[in-house]
């Protein structure tokens, strides 16, 4: 058995739409807007920034900056990157959750 600890790094694992859109759907679900920016950084990691940025028109620079740990991405940036993920940005009634 080993005892070597390997760095997991979530963009790895994002090489379609489908799981990008579900690991996106899933940081939407937390309303946590720090973990949203968090999610979309990682995902535009896997994307590639170089090429996000050529796609967006925006720059390497804005997209780091954005969804940065301190990044507060405009949802005119948000929907960019979306656009060229090729994932959409849907609206869903809140279903409430039981009371305990």
């Known amino acids: 058995m080993s005892d070597k600890i390997y760095d997991y790094d979530p963009a ?43 796609e967006t028109g925006l720059s390497r620079e804005q997209l780091y900056r954005s969804f940065s740990e301190r990044g507060n991405p405009t949802l005119k940036t948000m929907l960019a990157v979306m656009q060229a993920l090729g994932v959409d940005l849907t609206a869903r009634p809140h279903h409430e959750k039981p009371a305990a």
Not at 16 to 34: C, H, K, M
Not at 40 to 51: F, I, L, N, Q, S
């Open 12 to 54: 790895a694992a994002l090489d379609n739409e489908e799981s990008i859109a579900v690991f996106l759907g899933d940081a939407l679900e937390t309303g946590d807007s720090i973990y949203i920016a968090k999610a979309m950084g990682v995902v535009a990691r896997a994307k590639g920034m170089t090429e996000l940025a050529r």
